[in-house]
Nanobody, 122 residues
Framework: QVQLVESGGGLVQAGGSLKLSCAAS????????MGWFRQAPGKEREFVAA????????YYVDSVKGRCTISRDNAKNTVEVQMNSLKPEDTAVYYC???????????????WGQGTQVTVSS
């Protein structure tokens, strides 16, 4: 029922910054916690960041702490993740997802976008 569309991916040099956005359909966006995951070639989909429905709580994977900030604008039905000091190991397809609770668990997310490619060159 919830449709999610990511944007903002692209090619960036190591040390650069990128902001990924996710636009959600419907009027129930504000009821969902939102998460970002990434999947590199040959690897499992990995949790990156999450934000609670009202934006008061955030989670981050250790590897992006200090470099990544997740935010949301419920009036616009969007969630964003600002990524700074990017590293080649950040290269992956990034997905946004919606969950009824804030969680780091991949299987707890009910709705997924199609993903956006982030490539960080060295």
């Amino acid at each position: 029922q919830v449709q999610l569309v990511e944007s903002g991916g692209g090619l960036v040099q190591a040390g650069g910054s990128l902001k990924l956005s996710c636009a959600a359909s419907g009027r129930t966006f504000s009821r969902y916690a939102m998460g970002w995951f990434r999947q590199a070639p040959g690897k499992e989909r990995e949790f990156v960041a999450a934000i609670s429905a009202r934006g008061g709580t955030t989670y981050y994977v250790d590897s992006v702490k200090g470099r990544c900030t997740i935010s949301r604008d419920n009036a616009k039905n969007t969630v964003e993740v600002q990524m700074n000091s990017l590293k080649p190991e950040d290269t992956a397809v990034y997905y946004c997802a919606a969950s009824i609770i804030i969680t780091r668990r991949r299987d707890d997310y009910n709705y997924w976008g199609q993903g956006t490619q982030v490539t960080v060159s060295s």
